[in-house]
């Protein structure tokens, strides 16, 4: 049956143009953050960095106030998940895996981006938690196409994660995106093929792959929500891009 979610706001060539630079921005505060991570840092520092970068490209923050969310990226270090508030007392040291989650706006469209980081030498474990979560980013946006489902999405990330043994996170999915930062469609990572809305020209979503060594559920650490970790404290990534999916192609928005 032909699903049609009517709270899908598709968009236009010329807003997908719009959204490339968010995208660009969203993925450069992304990068410059991640290599400024040394031992010693803190991820109030690291936030700094994201801010002023945003800013200086003429951009602004997307996550600053959302949901009275008080910064500009999430940063989330090893058993940390997401949603977690940099703090000066948040040091990052050798050996950790750190996920920096941030988005940028300009002229009134959204980019969103993640990627979990390695502090120099990193457990044998870790790499290849990384690896998987990196690798099952790509294989959602292979299957981010066309006449595909949201679906087919999911089911591409979910079995490929679990062939490794790690667990896929349910708790949190990705999102459609453009004038603000959180948009329908849902975007599991995890379903069956052909379940959900089918995928039409001018989508744009968020795909963000969370996955964790150990189970996967999850604990809040902070009132309202905030600083996720897993409920056995098992390692966890999460990757993360924002993509536009249309006739001619599925591009990934956030890169520099
Ligand atoms: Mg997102």
């Known amino acids: 049956m032909l699903k049609r979610n009517l709270n899908i706001k598709l968009k236009s060539r010329e807003e997908i143009d719009i959204m490339r630079e968010a995208g660009r921005i969203s993925a450069l ?37 959302e949901d009275g969310f008080p910064a500009t990226a999430c940063i989330s270090v090893n058993e940390e998940l997401i949603h977690c508030i940099p703090s000066v007392d948040k ?17 009134g469209f959204h980019g969103d981006n993640t990627k979990t980081f390695a502090c120099g030498k990193i457990s044998e474990d870790a790499k290849i938690l990384l690896d998987v979560t990196e690798k ?26 679990e062939s490794f043994g790690f667990s896929v996170i349910k708790n949190y999915v990705g999102h459609g995106i ?21 995928i039409e020209d ?13 189970a996967p559920e999850l604990e809040a650490l902070k009132s309202g929500g905030w600083n996720v970790v897993t409920k056995d404290r098992s390692l ?21």
Do not use: W
């Open 29 to 65: 505060a992304l990068k410059t953050a991640g290599k400024a991570i040394e031992p010693g840092i803190s991820t109030k520092e690291l936030d700094d960095i994201a801010r002023k970068c945003i800013e200086s490209n003429g951009a602004k923050p997307s996550f600053l106030g």
């Open 91 to 107: 040091i990052i040291k050798e050996g950790d895996i750190v996920s920096i989650d941030v988005g940028a706006c300009i002229n």
């Open 136 to 161: 099952s980013l790509q294989k959602g946006i292979e299957n981010a196409k066309v006449g595909n489902h949201i679906g087919d999405i999911g089911h591409s990330i979910q079995s490929f994660v």
């Open 178 to 198: 453009g004038r603000s930062v959180h948009e329908a469609p849902s975007v599991p990572n995890y379903g069956k093929k052909f379940s959900g809305p089918i």
């Open 202 to 214: 001018g989508l744009v979503i968020a795909i963000e792959p969370m996955v964790s060594v150990g």
């Open 236 to 256: 966890c990534a999460h990757f993360e891009h924002t993509v536009a999916i249309t006739e001619n192609g599925t591009f990934i928005l956030t890169l520099v």
